[in-house]
């Protein structure tokens, strides 16, 4: 039996509360995670336009922030976590993008309700605040569109259910044999983590893309832009460690894998899935 969904969120916010600055190193540690933040910048580069006014949902310690501001973005900085957001707070201050932040807030991505209609023109929810909604996706991503101006912007990641299965085989086995194979094929039909038994750890829904492009469209946006993170990174460690170690076939390797990424056959393959989508 799943627990309800808010108390699934309140096991979530203490996830992210413990996570504290292992957070910030994510994208930062291996070659995956770099190539990750990678192909989150790139696709986040071509949405924003200097002078945007952009809520940011989930911005944990700041990655993105940071972007953001050097697009010439202004930004409301939120989080579920107020750890999280404390940390994104203190590595912001003193940075020159501090002037680009209008305020930090706790946030719940399921309750947008203090904003006014389009008062955004672009809402980035990157790293999964979507994956966290469970069943309230659907509702959440309206919420996002409502706040965002027509003809803006909402973009984001979820995690991917089929290219997560295959990165972590391994795991995948071995949570299988603890929870049952009953459980197991619950999470891979509905993609949602919590049939494997949750017990102080992580948690989320995992999404194919055609129920996440399902979902843009039941919340009133259409897809402009998809794609996985990551692909062929996703490959051998030490190859890519390598590859990474020779600047000029890494950017080489990095323009493809960029590409890559963008391709219909590719989208489910990753970790992650990337969307933009318009406020139509
Ligand atoms: C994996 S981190 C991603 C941080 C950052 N956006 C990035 O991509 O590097 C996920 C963040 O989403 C936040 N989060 C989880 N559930 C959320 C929710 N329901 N509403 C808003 N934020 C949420 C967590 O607290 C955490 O800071």
């Known amino acids: 039996m799943l627990a309800m969904t808010i108390e699934s969120r309140e096991h979530v916010r203490r996830y992210f509360d413990g996570l504290g600055d292992a957070e910030w190193h994510r994208l930062a540690g291996d070659v995956r995670g770099r190539v ?20 940011e ?7 993105f922030t940071f972007e953001l501001a050097a697009l010439g973005a202004t930004v409301v900085v939120t989080d579920l976590s107020p750890v999280q957001l404390a940390l994104n707070e203190e590595r912001l201050r003193g940075s020159e993008a501090e002037a680009s932040v209008e305020r930090w807030e706790v946030l719940d991505v399921c309750d947008t309700g203090r904003y006014a209609d389009g008062e955004f023109d672009l809402v980035l929810a990157f790293g999964g605040p979507l994956s966290y909604a469970f069943e309230q996706a659907g509702d959440a991503l309206r919420g996002l569109f409502r706040v965002t101006r027509p003809g803006g912007l909402v973009a984001g990641s979820v995690m991917s259910l089929l290219g997560t299965w295959r990165t972590f085989l391994p795991g995948v086995v071995k949570l299988a044999e603890r929870a049952g194979e009953d459980a197991n094929d619950l999470v891979l039909r509905t993609g949602d983590l919590r049939h494997m038994g949750v017990e102080g750890g992580h948690v989320c829904r995992m999404f194919r893309s055609a129920d996440l492009a ?20 996703l490959g051998d460690p030490d190859v890519l460690a390598a590859l990474e170690a020779d600047p000029g ?7 493809h894998e960029v590409a890559a990424c963008r391709e219909p056959g590719a989208v489910d393959g990753g970790t992650h899935i990337l969307f933009a989508a318009r406020h139509l």
């Open 214 to 233: 399902a979902l843009i469209r039941g919340a009133g946006g259409e897809v402009v832009a998809l794609s996985a993170s990551n692909w062929a990174s």
């Open 57 to 63: 949902v989930g911005a944990g310690p700041g990655r």
């Open 36 to 55: 990750s933040l990678e192909v989150h910048r790139r696709l986040l580069a071509g949405l924003v336009r200097p002078g945007d006014r952009v809520l």
């Open 249 to 255: 076939r890494w950017a080489r390797f990095l323009e």
